[in-house]
């Protein structure tokens, strides 16, 4: 099985000389590790982290608390982001998928189709749907690339693929701040170990043919967010391939929704 790096060198050295450029100048741009800002959940008033402009981000999300204690910041900025639904295509606004008003919706993004990480990911959501339910919470897994690439996922998982969306130019991931760059994508061997023996039994069908087209997509970072309504919850930026988020922090944010 190859890892993140390998795919993320290999993919690089066939790519046209603007994507490898492209690739060269997202890696220098990266801000150093003593003034890069810590990932990590945002409950309620806290504002998102910033992220630097240079990794090929739009500005990040600093939500404004309202009145009533939520964060319209991230639910203003999420309008007009449209999102391909993974089974039709169709395009369809990323807020209008859960009841803006009370419905509680977990907003998964993953890296990319063709991340093994993310195949994981993916199978522990998958396994964690009947917790969601339960607690009222709606599941929406997102991840760079087109529909195809998202039904190899499915098919191939498998996972279901009315609750998987295809976001292709990475709108929601801009909008958001989360980290892009070669720096954070490369998987350190003592990561990939140690989690070796969980991804093999849940990516026993993983393929890279997920991979996304545009290169450039594999140096996406994911995260999680979970919404009541308009009111962010929950969120969590992805430090770097593998760094998801905390599952029993996700389902709390979820189960604790009404207090």
């Known amino acids: 099985m190859e890892t993140v790096a390998s795919l993320s060198r290999a993919a690089l050295a066939g790519a046209p000389a603007a994507t490898r450029a492209t690739a060269s100048r997202v890696n220098r741009a990266v801000v150093p590790a003593a003034s890069r800002p810590r990932g990590g959940r945002l409950c309620c008033r806290r504002s998102l982290t910033a992220v630097?402009?240079?990794?090929?981000?739009?500005?990040?999300?600093?939500p404004s608390p309202s009145p009533d204690g939520g964060s319209p910041g991230v639910w203003d900025a999420l309008?007009?982001?449209?999102?391909?639904?993974?089974g039709t295509g169709e395009a369809v606004q990323l807020r209008d998928l859960w009841d803006p008003t009370e419905g509680v919706a977990v907003v998964a993004l993953l890296r990319h189709f063709g991340c093994f990480c993310c195949w994981e990911l993916a199978s522990v959501l998958k396994e964690s749907m009947a917790k969601f339910d339960a607690a009222g919470a709606k599941l929406i897994a997102i991840g760079v690339g087109t529909p195809d690439k998202a039904r190899i996922l499915a098919d191939g998982l498998p996972f279901p693929v009315d609750s998987l969306y295809a976001d292709p130019e990475r709108k929601a991931y801009d909008v958001l701040g989360l980290y892009h760059g070669l720096g954070r994508t490369l998987i350190s061997p003592a990561k990939m170990y140690s989690g070796l023996n969980s991804i093999k039994k849940v990516t026993k069908n993983y393929t890279l043919k997920g991979t996304p087209?545009?290169?450039?997509?594999i140096l996406q970072q994911g995260g999680m967010l979970v919404f009541r309504g308009k009111e962010l919850l929950y969120s969590w930026k992805d430090k770097g391939t593998g760094d998801h988020a905390p599952l029993d922090d996700v389902l709390n944010a979820c189960c604790n929704q009404t207090s």
């Open 213 to 217: 087209a545009d290169l450039t997509g």
């Open 79 to 86: 309008g007009g982001v449209s999102v391909l639904a993974a």
């Open 52 to 62: 630097s402009a240079a990794a090929g981000a739009s500005p990040p999300v600093s």
